[in-house]
């Protein structure tokens, strides 16, 4: 979301820059950045509450004394300027007040979805789901944001964060994807990809895919499957909810062999912040025609990429695979075919400017600016574009009720372990101060296991205890989140309560999930047909639900060892595993295929 220098936006947007078309039918507050819109964080008054200053150097500051200035010096003192906004998400964590509603972002999406197709081809539409989330990252109004006939291909995302719970999980979890995107009418296609959407007027769901945006996993997967379909028959959209990983996939695919070669020096990296609606409108690079030629390449490189042992790649790769693997269960290496070439450095020596007499003080010779990379107009003129666009904020959502500080514990960033608890009737158990979920009856205990950030503490009580510990303990480090004592609490809405009654289908499988919201879930595993009478309790004004199939049904198998005199399992972090290399280890693992 780095704002680059004014002239180098202009260049970049060649015949169709997003000043000409892209904001025709946007709302008053994006058509206010003017010949800066495109660009991620970008804040006007109406925006961000207050003006935001730019400094020469990319900091936040006054802009004093540019005004006198010419325009080739003004672009050269704004070039790697950054807003204010994003100043301050990248380098303090900190979020600035948005006075942007949930309508407006609709507004700006679908005015850019509904647009008139260029080169006579409708646009693919990239929607992305957060698998944590299932099945709310799935937006009931997509329909309503994407012209008929549109093609869908669906990208499930995070599934790095999730342990497998048996051989065929991914596969579990694009049925449930499938499912959930039949219910919005969104049904696989009668053509292929790269055909034209029928007119019919439903929405043509091509593809359904699965990757960590993060890891890379399944992305050079994703880049292929494009390239060899869709092609370049029109531009892209990438959309979805707040939180979904979409300014990781741009990052990710500006770095790949999706985009120009020239793309990664000429456009800015999108911010990314766990905060909510760090998009504020269209980011976008220009694809890569694939040419046979270009694809013949790359299928070379993904094959002795595919023959590389770990031990065989460079330090810094080893150094960025380890950090990876700390990080989730799935790794990807997302590498590049297609480079701009780089020209030798010059190093230029001019004596005259080191040399001094006794009576002067040293003068340290200023740096000259790094030439700045652009755009010519014919390289762009027939080009196909890749757009991220703001995220859709979830409505009746957790996350919504949370401070910066907040959201940071709640939303994993490493593969989450799952919390197992055998909880007997009469017993409760706390996810932090934003779930309760209440054992009322059953014939015998039951197996509890919580899936939800590492950093969100676990407590399990008796029902005679619980609602003291609540009124002590919310707000304070026992429950953590909320954070900020009875001050907090006291503006933070109450917990409403729904009654569940489930019946088990044996324990080496759960019956449901209750899903606390965004905050996570637990999946309850019974004896075979023992009825359960369970409460669940989350904040007023959220979402709680029960998701059945669950996500992760045989969840209890990778419970580990019980902890003596303790209702709670030793689960064990699972390997992880790396695709795209070559494993000297003959019994280790594959990656599993979707």
């Given at each position: ?265 000429v456009i800015n990296r999108a911010t990314i912040s766990p905060w909510p609606g760090t998009t504020l409108n269209l980011l976008k690079f220009p694809i890569i025609n694939p040419t046979p030629d270009r694809l013949f390449r790359r299928q070379e490189r993904l094959k002795a990429d595919a023959e590389k042992t770990e031990e065989q790649l460079s330090g810094d790769e080893q150094k960025y695979l380890k950090c990876l693997k700390k990080q989730g ?266």
């Amino acid at each position: 979301a780095e704002l680059g220098a004014r002239g180098g936006l202009e260049s970049l947007g060649g015949p169709r820059s997003l000043e000409d078309s892209d904001t025709q039918d946007a709302p008053s507050w994006s058509k206010d950045l003017g010949p800066l819109v495109g660009l991620e964080g970008l804040g006007t008054q109406e925006a961000l509450g207050g003006s935001v200053e730019l400094g020469a150097q990319g900091t936040p500051g006054g802009s004093d004394g540019l005004g006198a200035l010419g325009d080739s010096e003004v672009h050269r003192a704004l070039q790697g300027v950054v807003c204010q906004r994003c100043w301050l998400l990248v380098h303090h964590q900190q979020a600035q007040h948005m006075q942007v509603t949930r309508e407006q972002y609709r507004s700006l999406v679908s005015a850019a979805l509904r647009s008139p197709p260029r080169h006579g081809r409708s646009p693919l539409v990239l929607y992305m789901v957060d698998m944590l989330d299932l099945p709310d990252s799935v937006l009931p109004d997509l329909p309503e944001l994407v012209s008929a006939g549109s093609n869908i291909l669906v990208v499930g995302n995070k599934v790095d964060l999730l342990p497998g719970d048996s051989p065929d999980y991914l596969k579990r979890f694009r049925k449930l994807l499938l499912k959930s995107c039949a219910r919005l009418g969104i049904l696989p296609a009668a053509k292929g990809i790269g055909d034209q959407a029928d007119r019919t007027g439903r929405h043509n769901l091509v593809d359904v895919h699965l990757i960590s945006a993060k890891t890379g996993y399944g992305v050079e997967e994703l880049i292929s499957k494009l390239q060899r379909s869709w092609k370049c028959n029109g531009d892209v959209y990438l959309i979805g909810t707040t939180n979904s990983g979409k300014s990781t996939l741009f990052n990710t695919l500006l770095q790949s062999d999706y985009c120009k070669s020239k793309a990664p020096e000429v456009i800015n990296r999108a911010t990314i912040s766990p905060w909510p609606g760090t998009t504020l409108n269209l980011l976008k690079f220009p694809i890569i025609n694939p040419t046979p030629d270009r694809l013949f390449r790359r299928q070379e490189r993904l094959k002795a990429d595919a023959e590389k042992t770990e031990e065989q790649l460079s330090g810094d790769e080893q150094k960025y695979l380890k950090c990876l693997k700390k990080q989730g269960y799935l790794i990807g290496r997302v590498g590049r075919t297609f480079q701009q070439q780089k020209s030798k450095g010059i190093i230029h020596f001019d004596p005259d400017e080191l040399s001094f007499n006794m009576e002067e003080e040293p003068v340290i010779p200023s740096k000259k600016p790094k030439e700045r990379v652009e755009f010519t107009y014919n390289e762009l003129k027939d080009a196909r574009w890749f757009f991220d666009t703001p995220g859709i904020v979830k409505e009746n959502c957790v996350l919504n009720l949370l401070s910066e500080k907040e959201v940071k514990i709640v939303l994993p960033t490493h593969a989450i372990v799952p919390r197992t608890f055998v909880l007997k009737p009469g017993m409760v158990l706390f996810l932090g101060a934003l779930g309760r979920i209440d054992y009322l009856q059953g014939a015998k205990s039951s197996w509890f296991s919580v899936v939800a950030s590492n950093l969100l503490p676990v407590h399990v009580t008796t029902l005679e205890k619980a609602d003291g510990i609540y009124q002590k303990h919310a707000g304070d480090t026992l429950l953590k989140v909320p954070t900020g004592g009875e001050e907090r609490m006291r503006e933070f809405p109450p917990l409403t309560a729904q009654d569940i009654t489930l019946e088990g289908i044996g324990i080496f499988e759960a019956v449901a999930d209750i899903k606390l919201s965004s905050a996570g879930w637990v999946a309850i595993t019974a004896h075979l047909e023992d009825k359960l009478q369970l409460r669940a309790y989350t904040p007023e004004g959220t979402a709680l639900m029960i998701r059945k199939p669950p996500l992760l049904p045989h969840i209890v198998a990778i419970k580990g060892k019980r902890i003596k005199g303790s209702v709670a399992y030793r689960t064990k972090k699972p390997s992880p595993l790396v695709e795209n290399i070559k494993s000297n280890k003959p019994m280790e693992k594959k990656v599993p295929k979707m």
